[in-house]
């Protein structure tokens, strides 16, 4: 069995001069067999934060299939490149910071049946005029928001986003300026806050999907979300709407 251990960080180089990280400035394919290949820490009793994370350089390529990363700060980190980012079957916890950040990406991304659970940080947070995909892929219990999009296309489908955030506080998907798609199909739960933030954004679908647990579950701030034939469950509010554009389009419970 295949494992990928991260120690001290004996060059003192790469994006934290004191931890141990892989950074990819070409390109980099993992494939995992029967058994995920864990990238971990080397410690004897490792905790959030041993080891820096995957990180891609501008120009890098990754394609991870099959993986589990844990005790890093960030899991997978990507900034200003334009080739793809693929993953599958990738799971990523109990790290100190972010589960995934792309920052400044363009490109298409895939992240299919990967979870991001137990980050002190977010699970997904993602910029730029890409076009990230989130299929089949589970985001919980993790302290900040599930996914924050800003600046590109966004589609999510038959996926979990739960329990991310403080309670009473958090927000399970955040949708800022430029963002575009469609979310569709996820079940989302929360333990007080807000399901799904639209502030600023454009034309996205909510469709079909499954709310429970918000104080608020859809919220529009100047922002063009069509809400069509979703289920809201235990939330004790809807919808929250201000600023213009409208909604074009609102059609609550399926």
Request: proline share 4%; net charge negative; hydrophobic share 40%.
């Amino acid at each position: 069995k295949a494992v990928v251990l991260f120690g001290e960080d004996r060059t003192r180089s790469g994006e934290d001069a004191d931890l141990s990280e892989l950074v990819i400035g070409g390109e980099l394919s993992v494939f995992g067999g029967e058994e995920p290949i864990p990238f971990t820490s080397a410690a004897e009793s490792p905790a959030a934060g041993d080891w820096g994370g995957i990180s891609v350089l501008p120009g890098g390529r990754l394609e991870l299939r099959n993986a589990v990363i844990e005790y890093a700060v960030t899991g997978v980190s990507a900034k200003g490149t334009g080739k793809p980012l693929v993953m599958e079957k990738v799971a990523i916890g109990r790290g100190s910071g972010n589960g995934v950040i792309l920052e400044s990406t363009d490109g298409v991304h895939l992240l299919s049946k990967v979870s991001v659970e137990r980050m002190a940080g977010g699970g997904i947070i993602a910029d730029g005029g890409g076009r990230l995909r989130l299929v089949e892929s589970r985001i919980a219990d993790n302290g900040g928001s599930g996914l924050v999009r800003t600046g590109g296309f966004l589609q999510i489908d038959d996926s979990e986003l739960v329990d991310n955030g403080a309670p009473g506080s958090e927000v399970q998907i955040l949708l800022g300026s430029g963002v575009f798609g469609s979310v569709v199909g996820n079940r989302l739960r929360g333990r007080g806050g807000r399901g799904i933030v639209c502030e600023g954004s454009g034309e996205v679908l909510i469709e079909a999907n499954i709310l429970s647990g918000h104080a608020v579950a859809v919220v529009s701030r100047a922002a063009a979300p069509s809400i069509v034939g979703n289920t809201f469950r235990d939330v004790d509010l809807v919808l929250d709407v201000s600023g213009a554009p409208l909604p074009p389009q609102v059609w609550l419970n399926a």
